[in-house]
């Protein structure tokens, strides 16, 4: 069985200081992870995504994330939040063998201080 | 490339009454899904098309939920009669299958915002 828990509800940083969203995974086989974000009023928009290549992915907008198998973590940072960052994100797993659903995690709201 | 279309964004309608959504996928698109968030809650699956088939609907609430895609292109879920609990907003996503088979990016659409009254 396949589910996603992101730890953190809501995030609060100071524009130009590290953002760190977390996410942690189960899956039975090879999971595919991806991070979606989600402006007011608007649909979500794909962050980045691992499909099993490299474990450290590069994102839109500065963001990535690694893969750590060992923990089941997907972990989203980004060096210094700008304040167009204030969004809610999602982190997202899916799997083919499951007939690639996807999964979504309750999502964390991100807020920048200016 | 026009992205995931749905309609309308925002319906307002009373205990009992009907409601269509639509969804117009990217075209060549095979897989259409249909999620639901109610009330700033998880994000839930309700069902998801291959073509014109419905491969999995195993979230769908209850039988007063319709889905249909007919000639694999645009989508609707009506949902009849319409209670309280309904509300929310229905997002439609779209994506070609990935690599090896494996799940391909899901593109969104705005969503649309049921409110029941």
């Known amino acids: 069985a396949q589910s996603v828990t992101q730890l953190d509800s809501h995030v609060s940083v100071s524009e130009g200081t590290p953002v760190l969203l977390r996410c942690n995974y189960s899956?039975?086989?090879?999971?595919?992870l991806f991070w979606y974000v989600q402006h007011p009023n608007k649909g979500l928009q794909l962050l980045l995504k691992y499909t099993s290549a490299a474990t450290l992915v590069k994102g839109i907008n500065g963001f990535e994330a690694e893969f750590k198998k060992s923990e089941t973590s997907f972990h989203l940072t980004k060096p210094s939040a700008h304040m167009s960052d204030a969004a809610e994100y999602f982190c997202v797993v899916s799997e083919r063998w499951t007939g690639n659903q996807f999964y979504f995690g309750t999502g964390t709201s991100l807020t920048v201080i200016p | 490339e026009a992205g995931v279309t749905q309609f309308p964004s925002h319906s307002v309608i009373e205990k009992g009454q009907t409601v269509t959504l639509r969804c117009d996928p990217i075209s060549g698109h095979d897989n259409l899904y249909w999620y639901r968030r109610v009330m700033g809650k998880e994000i839930k699956f309700l069902l998801h098309f291959v073509k014109e088939s419905k491969q999995d609907e195993s979230g769908m609430p209850n039988n007063r939920f319709l889905a249909e895609r007919t000639g694999g292109t645009y989508s609707t879920l009506k949902v009849q009669p319409a209670e309280l609990e309904d509300s929310g907003v229905y997002f439609c996503?779209?994506?070609?299958?990935?690599?090896?088979?494996?799940?391909?990016?899901?593109?969104f659409g705005e969503g649309s915002r049921l409110t029941v009254l």
């Open positions: 996503a779209s994506s070609q299958i990935g690599f090896a088979g494996g799940p391909g990016e899901l593109f």
């Open positions: 899956s039975s086989y090879s999971p595919s």
